[in-house]
């Protein structure tokens, strides 16, 4: 259980490596804050707050992984990216993993800057790249939208689980020797079946927000409606 833990718990990872990924996230959210000043406007703003309101909610709903013995829930990478771009998406679901471990204890604080580096930072990063690459040859109509937000969060899980294998392999508590192979390939298969999960839910949120106010999606952000062609002037007339 415990080492199928997103959330990793405090000793885990030892000390000095914990040490060094919090500087790291904490240089990188330092970035976050500045570049992301230059996304927020008056649609942005808000946005941001609810999209951290709505990925806290959400990750308080686990569902079973029977295949492995645990529950999974929703990271919020790919869909705050989606949503309100990088930036900003990494700095909402980091402020949802601070108040998750100082709130309601989960995940070890010392672990902090481990936990906030796989969920807010490469889950987020992966989704993006994805999205961006993905909506380059996607129709942008709803089922592209959908397509582009599944496979986006879907790897994007995949990918931040594979962080914490990294992490386990510089300061892993117990040596694992040859099996961390194992622990690769059984955190990916676990986190394979929870992106599934997490793809749904980015999907079906991300399509709904896009019917009603396209102009809140800041992955359509690039979008803008062909402009009508100029009548040429006749006899003063146009």
Request: glycine share 12%; net charge neutral.
């Amino acid at each position: 259980m415990e080492t199928l833990a997103m959330h990793i718990s405090n000793g885990i990872i030892n000390g000095p490596v914990a040490a060094i990924f919090a500087a790291l996230a904490l240089a990188t959210l330092t970035v976050c804050v500045l570049r992301g000043r230059r996304d927020l406007d008056d649609r942005l703003a808000p946005m941001a707050g609810l999209v951290a309101a709505f990925i806290f909610a959400v990750q308080m709903l686990n569902f079973p992984i029977f295949t492995a013995g645990v529950s999974g829930h929703l990271l919020g990478g790919a869909l705050a990216a989606m949503l309100v771009g990088p930036w900003v998406g990494a700095l909402c679901v980091a402020v949802v993993l601070v108040v998750q471990a100082l709130v309601f204890g989960d995940g070890g604080v010392a672990m902090l800057g481990l936990n906030i580096t796989n969920m807010a930072l490469i889950g987020t990063a992966a989704g993006y790249l994805l999205i961006a690459l993905l909506l380059r040859v996607l129709p942008r109509t709803p089922a592209g939208l959908a397509v582009t937000a599944f496979v986006s969060a879907l790897v994007s899980v995949v990918v931040a689980s594979q962080g914490f294998v990294l992490e386990y392999w510089l300061g892993g508590t117990t040596d694992l020797g040859s099996n961390l192979a194992g622990l690769a390939g059984t955190m990916a298969g676990a986190h394979l079946f929870i992106g599934i999960g997490e793809g749904l839910i980015t999907a079906t949120t991300v399509v709904t927000v896009a019917k009603v106010r396209p102009d809140l999606v800041y992955a359509l952000r690039g979008l803008r409606p062909a402009a009508a062609p100029t009548v040429p002037a006749v006899g003063g007339v146009r």
